[in-house]
């Protein structure tokens, strides 16, 4: 297992996580339910902390795709770069790189809002690159459909340990600025 493939693997966990959990959380808001020894505000920021970390990961990734693809001359990431497909890589790139760098300013950082923003316009180009790859497919098979959903357990159980590792950081964080 290369380490580009592990690097995919944890930032397309963080991204579907992220993709699950943020509904989850505009329901708790609307319908006000309260969450019991849960802080929300915690939540939320360690929800945007972890989306920046996948963002993170997705450059890194995005930067061993390029270098594989102009010096080591592999022809199938040169072929995403150049290739009829570009316009996959180019939503990717907006949705996983751009749109997340937001997030570095501490106000959008705390606010259920980025989020919720960034995982409609993920939502809208997600699918906009379904429709448009499956007008591409001559011989559409369902086998396609169910390999999405192929790797649900591993990666829900790497974003809900980046979540739970990251919450219980900042809380503690927070306790410690408490007691000083």
Request: glycine share 4%; aromatic share 14%; net charge positive.
């Amino acid at each position: 297992m290369s380490i580009h493939s592990v690097i995919d693997s944890i930032a397309g966990s963080i991204f579907s996580g992220t993709m699950v959990l943020v509904p989850c959380l505009v329901i708790i808001h609307f319908l006000k339910i309260s969450t019991y020894r849960i802080n929300r505000l915690v939540l939320i920021q360690s929800l945007n902390t972890v989306l920046l970390l996948g963002s993170v990961l997705y450059i890194i990734m995005w930067l061993l795709r390029i270098y594989s693809a102009i010096f080591l001359g592999a022809e199938y990431e040169q072929y995403v770069f150049a290739g009829s497909f570009w316009f996959f890589a180019a939503t990717a790139v907006i949705n996983r790189i751009l749109l997340p760098q937001i997030l570095w300013v501490k106000r959008f950082r705390k606010s259920l809002k980025c989020p919720v923003i960034i995982v409609g316009i993920w939502v809208i180009l997600r699918m906009i690159n379904l429709i448009m790859l499956l007008l591409s497919l001559r011989d559409f098979s369902m086998g396609i459909v169910f390999n999405i959903w192929g790797n649900f357990l591993t990666d829900s159980l790497i974003y809900i340990t980046i979540l739970v590792i990251t919450y219980f950081i900042l809380n503690n964080k927070k306790r410690q600025l408490k007691l000083a």
